[in-house]
C-alpha cells in the first residue's frame, strides 16, 4: 500500500454506497478514524450504519457539506490526511423535477470541500488525499458499440450527469492549480443492500413483492452496467490508497443488461423466493413514458484500474443479485421504513402522471 491514512472524512457515508464505503474502511484499516458527514436528505439513514455506529473509531456529524463554517472546524478539529467525497443528489429522475438542488449539493458542495480541503492541506500537502466519487454518466450515452475509457470527451446529458461532470472539473481544477493531491473515479450502476428504492432494482423488488406494476420506461431497451457495491467499495479503498494523484479510474462490471431483460430476472428471482408460480409478475409489467433526455448505454471500459492497480469485480453477477433479492425481501422493515413518509407523495407525482406508453 502506498500510503496510510490516520483521520479520513467520508461525506454521504449514511448513503447506499457511503455505508458500505465506511463499512469496508474500518474494516480494513484499523488504525484509522472516521469521520462521516451527511445532511440525512431522504437518500441518508442512519439505519444503514447500525452495526458499526458504537465503533470507537467512527463518529457520524449531521450537517450540510455546502456550510463552510462547519467544514473548516472538522479540518481543525480532527486533521483530516483524507476526504473521500460521496456526498450528492444521486437520482436522475429527481435532477429532472429539480435541478438547482443538484447544482447546489454536487457542485457548490464539492468547491466547498476543495476550498477547506487546499486551506487546511496548503503548505503541506504529502501524505494527503482528496478523492472524489463520480460516475460514468459524465461521459453521456453510448450507442450499441464501444466503452467509456478515461479518455472518452464529457458529453452529459442531465443536469445530475452534468453537475457531476462540473464538480470532476472542479476538483481536476484545484490539482492543477493549487496542487491538491487528488483522485477521481467514474463508477457505473451499482446493485446492492441499502439502496434507495426509487432506483430500479430495488424499485422492482419492492413492487413485486408488493403485487404493484412495474414500471420500465420506454421500451425498455436502455443497457446498464451492473456492478457489486461492495466491489466498488473494495476499489475506492483501493484508488484511496494506491490511486496516482490527478489520475482518473473507471470502475465498471462488465456486466451489461437491457432493463427489461433485467426486470424479467427480478420476476424469476422474486416470485421464485415467495413461492409463487414461475412468471406471476410479469403481467405487472407496463411501459412508461420514457425519462427525458433517457442516455441509451452505459458501458465501462474498466481496463486501467486492473492493470495498475489490480482490481477486478469479485462476484458474479448471479450471485449478487440472488444475494441482493434475498436482502430486501427479508429486510422488509427497512425497505418499509424508507418508503413510508415523503417517498409516497415523490413516488405518486413521479409515477402517476407517466401513465402507459
Ligand atoms: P445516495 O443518494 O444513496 O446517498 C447520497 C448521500 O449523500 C445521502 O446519505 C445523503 O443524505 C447525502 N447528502 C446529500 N446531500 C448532502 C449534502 N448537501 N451534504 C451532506 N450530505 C448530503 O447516493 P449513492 O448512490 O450512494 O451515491 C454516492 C456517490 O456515488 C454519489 O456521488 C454518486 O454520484 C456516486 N455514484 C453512484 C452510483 C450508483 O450507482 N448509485 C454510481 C456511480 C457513482
Ligand atoms: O451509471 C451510474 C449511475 O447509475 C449513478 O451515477 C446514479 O447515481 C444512479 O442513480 C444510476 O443512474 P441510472 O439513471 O442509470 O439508474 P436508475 O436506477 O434510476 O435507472 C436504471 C435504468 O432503469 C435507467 O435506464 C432508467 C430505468 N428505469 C428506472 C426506474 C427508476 C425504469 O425503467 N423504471 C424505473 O422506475
Not at 458542495?109 to 488525499?129: F, I, P, R, V, Y
Not at 457505473?188 to 413483492?209: A, D, T, V, W
Request: aromatic residues 10%; hydrophobic residues 35%.
Amino acid at each position: 500500500m502506498k500510503r496510510n491514512f490516520r483521520s479520513i472524512l467520508v461525506t454521504g457515508g449514511a448513503g447506499f454506497i457511503g455505508s458500505h464505503v465506511i463499512r469496508s474502511l474500518l474494516k480494513n484499516h484499523a488504525e484509522a478514524k472516521i469521520v462521516n458527514l451527511d445532511l440525512l436528505t431522504y437518500a441518508g439513514n442512519l439505519e444503514n450504519l447500525r452495526d458499526i455506529e458504537g465503533n470507537a473509531h467512527y463518529e457520524f456529524v449531521k450537517g450540510d457539506i455546502q456550510d463552510r463554517a462547519l467544514i473548516q472546524s472538522l479540518f481543525n478539529e480532527h486533521a483530516f490526511d483524507a476526504v473521500v467525497h460521496l456526498a450528492a443528489e444521486s437520482h436522475v429522475d429527481r435532477s429532472i423535477v429539480n435541478p438547482m438542488a443538484f447544482l447546489e449539493t454536487n457542485i457548490l458542495g464539492t468547491a466547498t470541500l476543495l476550498h477547506a480541503a487546499k486551506n487546511a492541506w496548503e503548505g503541506n500537502m504529502d501524505a494527503k488525499c482528496f478523492y472524489h466519487i463520480s460516475t460514468d454518466e459524465v461521459y453521456g450515452s453510448l450507442g450499441a458499440e464501444g466503452l467509456f475509457t478515461e479518455d472518452t470527451p464529457y458529453d452529459p446529458r442531465s443536469p445530475y450527469s452534468s453537475s457531476k461532470a462540473s464538480s470532476d472539473h472542479l476538483v481536476r481544477a484545484w490539482h492543477h492549480t493549487y496542487g491538491l493531491p487528488v483522485v477521481i473515479s467514474n463508477c457505473s450502476n451499482n446493485y446492492g443492500s441499502f439502496q434507495f428504492p426509487e432506483k430500479l432494482i430495488p424499485l422492482m423488488i419492492r413492487n413485486i413483492r408488493d403485487q404493484r406494476p412495474l414500471p420500465v420506461y420506454g421500451e425498455g431497451v436502455n443497457v446498464r452496467d451492473w456492478l457489486w457495491v461492495e466491489d466498488h467499495a473494495n476499489a475506492i479503498d483501493v484508488i484511496l490508497h494506491n490511486g496516482n494523484f490527478g489520475r482518473t479510474y473507471n470502475i465498471g462490471g462488465l456486466n451489461e443488461w437491457r432493463n427489461i431483460d433485467l426486470v424479467h430476472e427480478l420476476i424469476r428471482l422474486v416470485d421464485g423466493a415467495m413461492g409463487r408460480p414461475e412468471g406471476t409478475s410479469k403481467s405487472l409489467i407496463e411501459y412508461v413514458k420514457d425519462r427525458a433526455g433517457h442516455d441509451m448505454r452505459y458501458a465501462i471500459d474498466a481496463s486501467r484500474i486492473e492493470e495498475e492497480l489490480g482490481w477486478k469485480p469479485s462476484i458474479t453477477f448471479e450471485k449478487g443479485l440472488a444475494a441482493t433479492v434475498a436482502w430486501y425481501l427479508e429486510n422488509s422493515d427497512w425497505l418499509d421504513s424508507v418508503t413510508s413518509g415523503q417517498y409516497q407523495q415523490y413516488y405518486q407525482k413521479m409515477y402517476s402522471n407517466r401513465g402507459e406508453e
